[in-house]
T-cell receptor, first 115, second 116 residues
Framework: AQSVAQPEDQVNVAEGNPLTVKCTYS??????LFWYVQYPNRGLQFLLK??????LVKGSYGFEAEFNKSQTSFHLKKPSALVSDSALYFC?????????????FGAGTRLFVKA | GAVVSQHPSWVICKSGTSVKIECRSL??????MFWYRQFPKQSLMLMAT?????????EQGVEKDKFLINHASLTLSTLTVTSAHPEDSSFYIC????????????FGPGTRLTVL
């Protein structure tokens, strides 16, 4: 079965510093990987995805993620964090099967950006 | 981008009553819809997947008779929590996709259910 792991419950970073939110995956076949962000009492917002192609994927709000096949990782990064980036971040993997698909989410990592 | 709405955004009900939550795709036809529940400070757990006109496929451990899902049209899916109990209190999120193989999945804003 497909799965993702987010080893950090929380990440703290100062505004203006680079941030990294970690994700590792376990899939059979080619991975379809995603990052989503959730603000309090809100649904999920799509940030970026990796399907195929360049290992460095650029997404919304200045975020990017690097797909690393040898390390089975898909870490989310941003060169300069903003206080408004503080939110809950989910890594996810698409599980394809005959007749459809479903998305499996990691446990989530809460990001705190201090001013 | 595609928009998914949910109604109501929050609901409080008494134990033993049933609650219906609606999920609508506003500007696209959703062949597939998904229902998730999220407990405080936890991840989204997939409850069921529904394809328009077909019975929903429930994840292991999710009671079909308690969480009734109807996907009668390409723009509407409903989740009914029957005989709700306090342990059913949670944040319920739906999402929708235009096709069975579509990579893009659009999420609703969620519905917070509190059962007293």
């Amino acid at each position: 079965a497909q799965s993702v792991a987010q080893p950090e419950d929380q990440v703290n970073v100062a505004e203006g510093n680079p941030l990294t939110v970690k994700c590792t995956y376990s899939v059979s076949g080619n991975p379809y990987l995603f990052w989503y962000v959730q603000y309090p009492n809100r649904g999920l917002q799509f940030l970026l995805k990796y399907i195929t192609g360049d290992n460095l994927v650029k997404g919304s709000y200045g975020f990017e993620a690097e797909f690393n096949k040898s390390q089975t990782s898909f870490h989310l990064k941003k060169p300069s964090a903003l206080v408004s980036d503080s939110a809950l971040y989910f890594c996810a993997v698409r599980d394809m099967y005959t007749g459809g698909f479903k998305t499996i989410f990691g446990a989530g990592t809460r990001l705190f950006v201090k001013a | 981008g595609a928009v998914v709405s949910q109604h109501p955004s929050w609901v409080i009900c008494k134990s033993g009553t049933s609650v219906k939550i609606e999920c609508r795709s506003l500007d696209f036809q959703a062949t597939t819809m998904f229902w998730y529940r999220q407990f405080p400070k936890q991840s989204l757990m997939l409850m069921a997947t529904s394809n328009e006109g077909s019975k929903a496929t429930y994840e292991q451990g999710v009671e079909k008779d308690k969480f009734l899902i109807n996907h009668a049209s390409l723009t509407l899916s409903t989740l009914t929590v029957t005989s709700a109990h306090p342990e059913d209190s949670s944040f319920y999120i739906c999402s929708a996709s235009e096709s069975l193989q579509e990579n893009e999945q659009f999420f609703g804003p969620g519905t917070r259910l509190t059962v007293l």
